[in-house]
């Protein structure tokens, strides 16, 4: 048995940031100094003792193979576009960008067995579109009338070829809600990851959010206008020209419940849509935000600027293209097991993913009898999971 074994640098990068895990102790606990350390992550090979692999391996929770297989193509960390505080940290974005790494690698391997539905977004816009403009072309484009309201936002965006994964890979402090990216040799394929939360409405946004930023900001590094993605999500959701018929006279947040309810999407987004399109004064949004931050739900004592009524109304939205392909391509159900032994990372991360995912509509046989009377024994319900 030889006493070295060849590593990539890659390899020892992602699993150390997707751990965060600082490069001191690390190197520290595996005999190593920083410097050391920081050489062996920009080396493309590197010839570790057999016995530091295994430390190295132990202390990272990853298989020793994952350390000797080729990487697949880096992700710059700066090409990430993100629905987050301004106040992220690096470390945070480079666990994101590792994990990102990490979706493309399952995504290619399942690709071996299984097709994903083809890129229907829109192209490269014009940099003089407006958010709304290229809101209304991807609804367009996804044969979305403006009438009706998307009952199904991460399914609608799957089936237009673009992956979604929701998973918390248990940073600590984390500040992002969601994150989107162009992979792939050609920047062909995006992505997006959303942390799971207990708020539909948020969801729904996040991802929207998202989808603005694939649209809008594609090809483009560093700092994104925020505000961009913003629009593009509200418009997205809640066309502007049934915006103006519905909106109310004197909006109040009693008169905008109908519209949540209806269109899916949150009074504070409602108010900055409304604002976006003329329909309500700047002093009248202030108050209704000083409304949002003052009412409180009496249940849990949270106001509503941070849980809005009827967050628990429906479950959030999950993915579920990722376990189709499992299913159809491989007939098995997926597992963190499956997923490891496919790509090599760590069998917790993989489970993060497949917890993230939605089972197969199922048949439930309908037990509980209703208000007016109990239905036949033989009528079922169909349920999205």
Same mark, same amino acid.
């Given at each position: 048995m030889a006493d070295t074994v060849s590593v990539y640098g890659h390899r020892v990068r992602q699993a150390r940031t997707i751990r965060h895990s600082p490069i001191k102790p690390l190197a520290g606990l595996l005999g190593m100094s920083p410097s050391a350390w920081s050489t062996l992550e920009r080396s493309a090979l590197y010839d570790m003792p057999r016995l530091r692999l295994r430390a190295l391996a132990q202390n990272l929770g990853f298989p020793e193979d994952f350390f000797s297989k080729e990487p697949g193509k880096a992700i710059h960390r700066g090409s990430l576009l993100f629905r987050s505080k301004k106040s992220i940290k690096m470390a945070e974005v480079d666990a %994101?960008?590792?994990?990102?790494?990490? $979706?493309?690698?399952?995504?290619?391997?399942?690709?071996?067995?299984?097709t994903h539905p083809p890129l229907r977004i829109p192209p490269r816009i014009a940099r003089d579109t407006s958010p709304e403009e290229a809101a209304r072309a991807t609804r367009a484009a996804l044969d979305l009338p403006d009438e009706d309201p998307i009952p199904h936002v991460i399914h609608t965006v799957e089936r237009a070829g673009i992956p979604v994964l929701m998973a918390d890979i248990a940073l600590p402090d984390a500040r992002h809600d969601a994150y989107s990216v162009w992979g792939g040799d050609f920047h062909e394929q995006p992505l997006i990851v959303a942390r799971p939360v207990n708020s539909w409405e948020r969801v729904r946004w996040s991802v929207a959010h998202? +989808?603005?930023?694939?649209?809008?900001?594609?090809?483009?590094?560093?700092? &994104?206008?925020?505000?961009?993605?913003?629009? #593009?999500?509200?418009? #997205?959701l809640y066309p502007s020209s049934v915006l103006r018929h519905e909106w109310p006279e004197a909006p109040t947040l009693t008169s +905008? /419940? @109908?519209?949540?309810?209806?269109?899916?999407?949150?009074?504070?987004?409602?108010?900055?849509?409304g604002q976006n399109n003329h329909l309500i004064e700047d002093y009248r949004v202030s108050g209704l935000f000083k409304q949002l931050s003052a009412r409180r739900d009496p249940n849990t004592g949270v106001t509503w600027? &941070?849980?809005? @009524?009827?967050?628990?109304?429906q479950q959030p939205e999950r993915p579920r293209l990722i376990a189709a392909m499992t299913e159809r391509? /491989?007939?098995? $159900?997926? $597992?963190?097991?499956? #997923? *490891? $032994?496919?790509?090599?990372?760590? &069998?917790? +991360? /993989?489970?993060? !993913?497949?917890?993230?995912?939605? *089972?197969? @509509?199922?048949?439930?046989? !309908?037990?509980?009898?209703? *208000?007016?009377?109990? +239905?036949?024994?033989?009528? !079922?319900? %169909?349920?999205?999971?």
């Open positions: %994101l960008t590792s994990f990102a790494e990490m $979706s493309y690698e399952l995504l290619e391997s399942l690709s071996e067995y299984a998202e +989808l603005g930023h694939l649209v809008l900001h594609r090809g483009t590094t560093g700092e &994104v206008d925020e505000e961009e993605a913003n629009r #593009f999500a509200n418009e #997205f +905008l /419940m @109908p519209l949540k309810q209806r269109w899916q999407i949150s009074l504070a987004a409602l108010i900055k849509h600027r &941070v849980q809005e @009524p009827g967050w628990a109304d391509g /491989m007939e098995r $159900s997926p $597992s963190g097991e499956l #997923f *490891s $032994s496919l790509t090599g990372w760590a &069998v917790d +991360l /993989m489970e993060t !993913i497949v917890a993230g995912q939605r *089972s197969a @509509p199922v048949v439930e046989q !309908i037990k509980a009898k209703q *208000s007016k009377g109990s +239905l036949p024994g033989n009528v !079922i319900a %169909l349920r999205r999971a």
